[in-house]
């Protein structure tokens, strides 16, 4: 029997925020009715080469989108040409799928010079695409590729509300000699954090986690850690709580939907045959190391995300440890589906034998890469003259959050016997990062000049590799070569 599938992609959720008080639902219907990924990770903290990778399966250096920016390949021309035409949806239609999207796709789709509304990419069959970043109102769609306006009434406008009823309408109007596949990708819990008006009172005394790193300096890393006032102006935690407070309001929308779909696929019999995957593009920090809210840092709270998946196969109440990435999930919705993955251009690998090892052998990877493009403004932010050029999200009090030297390129290695992470800035400094997570889970300490510098040299190397690896090479299993000398970490 052919599967189904259904995933959701909401924008930038920290790994925490799946398993605390605003996604009691989704965890109940999903995570606890299948696997619970504790160690899933994005390839790169950033919407647009994040969500590439989703739709690819490969690391921003060969899908090459390399930030936001339509300079930076976000929805470019050379992604509609290259990486896009071959993104995993198009192997799903090929197969007969009933495709259908909804939400954000990527942050520069729509605009005149990525093709205007009309653009729709090859896979789909049912397309409601925002334009633009995220919005819950007062926003603009691609409806199979004829444009379509909204404005502030949220019965009518509310973007999380109009996915959900869109996709239930879907269902019921599919075809059922043909198998499915929606990607759902609701605003929640990305900026403006405009919540539903039967949600806007609820967490009022909700405030960001004080612990870890939370308001902690950050002494020994790259100067832009080094450069917020510690301890933090209260007008900064003001702004951040309130951030916080507003994330966890818009998650109930998100968490009502899956409630809805999970409903529907049981009313028209295809819940048992249905895999549903549930995880983020990038996670999100609020406070730690005195940066208030953002993403973009190679910590574990930026490269962290949720993932749950439950469908058939999958027993529940699994919890997995083994590492899984963002460039993961192509290459299992298509294992699933039947498709020969050796015919196909991924970095990625499926994780179906972790989950139901009853249906697939396999490997886990005991290291990886995460890589960023730092990203600056050419001239001084007027609001903070004294900062200088080459600055982005400066905010608030002047805390900048990007920088065009904030690319960095780290290995990340999590085994039995290793957890670890190396990163390396290109910049003047040549600065280098290394935390011992074992010992270090919140990564105060970096212990770059506590190593043996051969242990540094073998990490060097295999970043080095990663860094220009493609294919088969990205998915090569050799155990880290740095296991002997763990007294020097």
């Known amino acids: 029997m052919d599967q189904m599938f259904i995933t959701l992609l909401p924008?930038?959720?920290?790994?925490?925020?799946?398993?605390?008080?605003?996604?009691?639902?989704?965890?109940?219907l999903i995570g606890d009715a299948g696997a619970v990924f504790v160690n899933a990770f994005t390839v790169t903290p950033l919407c647009c080469p994040s969500r590439s990778s989703v739709l690819t399966g490969q690391y921003p250096h060969n899908h090459q989108v390399r930030n936001n920016s339509l300079a930076g390949s976000c929805s470019s021309a050379r992604w509609q040409k290259g990486p896009e035409a071959s993104a995993f949806p198009v192997h799903l239609s090929k197969q007969k799928y009933q495709t259908f999207f909804a939400g954000k796709y990527l942050n520069q789709y729509g605009r005149k010079e990525a093709g205007d509304v009309g653009h729709v990419p090859p896979g789909w069959d049912q397309w409601h695409a925002l334009v633009g970043n995220s919005r819950y109102l007062n926003y603009t769609l691609s409806v199979n590729g004829v444009e379509e306006k909204h404005?502030?009434?949220?019965?009518?406008?509310?973007?999380?509300?109009?996915?959900?009823?869109?996709?239930?309408?879907?269902l019921e109007d599919r075809s059922p000699r043909r198998p499915f596949f929606l990607l759902l990708c609701p605003p929640a819990p990305h900026s403006p954090w405009t919540p539903a008006p039967k949600y806007q009172k609820q967490f009022a005394d909700v405030k960001a986690p004080r612990g870890g790193s939370f308001d902690k300096p950050g002494k020994d890393k790259h100067w832009l850690l080094r450069q917020p006032e510690n301890p933090m102006a209260l007008s900064s935690l003001a702004f951040l709580d309130s951030a916080y407070r507003k994330r966890w309001q818009t998650l109930l929308s998100l968490d009502d939907l899956v409630e809805s779909l999970?409903?529907?696929?049981?009313?028209?019999?295809?819940l048992n045959n249905t895999y549903i995957f549930y995880t983020s593009d990038n996670g999100y920090h609020t406070g730690q190391f005195s940066l208030p809210i953002d993403k973009r840092q190679l910590y574990e709270f930026d490269i962290?995300?949720?993932?749950?998946?439950?469908?058939?196969?999958?027993?529940?109440?699994?919890?997995?440890q083994a590492p899984v990435l963002n460039i993961d999930l192509a290459p299992t919705i298509l294992d699933i589906s039947g498709t020969d993955l050796s015919s196909v251009d991924v970095d990625g690998q499926s994780f179906l034998s972790q989950m139901a090892p009853s249906l697939r052998n396999g490997t886990t990877r005991p290291f990886f890469l995460v890589e960023y493009n730092g990203e600056g403004h050419p001239t001084t932010d007027p609001a903070c003259p004294t900062l200088g050029p080459g600055l982005s999200q400066c905010f608030p009090d002047c805390v900048c959050e990007d920088a065009f030297n904030n690319t960095y390129a780290?290995?990340?290695?999590?085994?039995?016997?290793?957890?670890?992470?190396?990163?390396?800035?290109a910049d003047s400094e040549s600065?280098?990062?290394?935390?011992?997570?074992?010992?270090?889970?919140?990564?105060l300490e970096n212990i770059v000049k506590q190593v043996d510098p051969a242990v540094l040299q073998s990490m060097n190397q295999r970043l080095i590799k990663l860094q220009s690896c493609?294919?088969?090479?990205?998915?090569?299993?050799?155990?880290?070569?740095?296991?002997?000398?763990?007294?020097?970490?």
């Open 11 to 28: 924008v930038e959720v920290c790994c925490g925020l799946c398993s605390q008080t605003p996604m009691k639902k989704t965890k109940a």
């Open 151 to 170: 404005g502030d009434r949220y019965e009518s406008d509310y973007l999380t509300d109009l996915i959900a009823n869109r996709s239930l309408r879907f």
């Open 262 to 270: 999970v409903n529907k696929l049981e009313s028209i019999k295809e």
């Open 304 to 320: 962290r995300v949720p993932l749950m998946v439950r469908g058939p196969g999958i027993k529940p109440q699994q919890t997995l």
């Open 410 to 425: 780290c290995v990340r290695t999590l085994d039995p016997q290793n957890d670890l992470q190396y990163c390396e800035f």
């Open 431 to 443: 600065f280098v990062e290394v935390y011992n997570l074992t010992s270090d889970p919140h990564q």
């Open 470 to 489: 493609q294919g088969d090479s990205c998915r090569d299993n050799n155990p880290a070569p740095y296991k002997s000398k763990r007294k020097a970490l």
